[in-house]
């Protein structure tokens, strides 16, 4: 049984602010070692789970942050940017099932740390099918574009919720409480990673009685910037549809196609 853990770093147990997140802050080495043992203990779960092939692919900034040397040997990493599938990487490769650790909750989510969608220099809001989402909406259909179920998660209490909605089933990890945007009455680590290899076994055990989320056929997403000069940027990309000032539509022929416009798009924007 082959299990991707797909790894962000917001979510992570102890993080509360952008210094632990961003390289160049003195904060963000310590960042990176909560961020490996958060990964080391969902490996942790798979494994008693009876998962015998372990992929971990890093999804934060750019795919350099976990610490390979303290990697467990159980698990192969998958680091480095870009890659044609982004933070799932390695999903299309033969995955039973998905696992999302460190996950963090949409722009504009209450009592959410560090909430975003994808950028938070350059996005306001994101929507999917004309549904507001985020990072864990367009990965979970990624997954599901390859029949693969997103069976645990970890975070805080509304990246938990999020997915929870949107995924019935998922085993959540809450590994913090967010009183803000940048406060949280966080676990001890040592009890976070417990919670986390918890979640993640049950989940992973549990996987055939979890559907993968899926978003078939045409899949068209909105993408509200913060200034409309990042909108004239981004209406270059062949496809794309200007809406408003800052808002820009595309319609691609399923979540993977739609995915990889909404990168170059995004890409495209200057700050």
């Avoid at 490996?36 to 798979?46: F, M, Q």
């Avoid at 015998?52 to 680091?79: K, Q």
């Avoid at 408003?244 to 022929?253: F, K, P, S, V, W």
Wanted: proline residues 4%; glycine residues 10%.
């Amino acid at each position: 049984m082959k299990v991707l853990i797909a790894v962000d770093m917001e979510g992570i147990s102890g993080v509360t602010c952008w210094d632990h997140v961003l390289p160049g802050h003195s904060e963000y080495p310590r960042g990176r070692r909560w961020m490996t043992a958060d990964v080391n203990a969902a490996v942790e779960g798979a494994a008693q789970a009876g998962a015998d092939e372990i992929v971990v692919t890093d999804g934060h900034w750019d795919g350099s942050n976990i610490l390979i040397e303290e990697l467990d040997p159980r698990a192969r990493l998958i680091n480095g940017t870009p890659s044609p599938l982004s933070m799932i990487q390695g999903v299309a490769d033969g995955v039973d099932a998905a696992v999302f650790i460190g996950y963090h909750a949409m722009a504009g989510t209450r009592n959410a740390i560090l909430d975003h969608t994808w950028s938070s220099l350059r996005m306001h809001n994101f929507w999917l099918n004309g549904t507001l989402a985020g990072e864990i909406a367009m990965n979970a259909a990624g997954c599901g574009h390859f029949g693969v179920p997103v069976v645990a998660i970890s975070g805080d209490q509304s990246a938990c919720a999020e997915a929870s909605i949107l995924i019935p089933g998922i085993k959540t990890a809450q590994v913090k409480k967010a009183n803000g945007r940048m406060n949280a009455e966080c676990l001890s680590l040592q009890q976070a990673q417990q919670v986390i290899t918890s979640a993640v076994k049950q989940g992973v055990e549990l996987r055939s009685q979890i559907k993968p989320y899926t978003l078939p056929g045409k899949v068209t997403f909105a993408v509200e910037f913060y200034r409309s000069d990042m909108a004239d940027w981004a209406e270059g990309l062949p496809g794309a549809k200007r809406v408003n000032a800052r808002i820009l539509e595309y319609t691609g022929d399923d979540i993977i196609s739609a995915s990889r416009a909404f990168r170059a798009m995004v890409g495209l924007t200057q700050v």
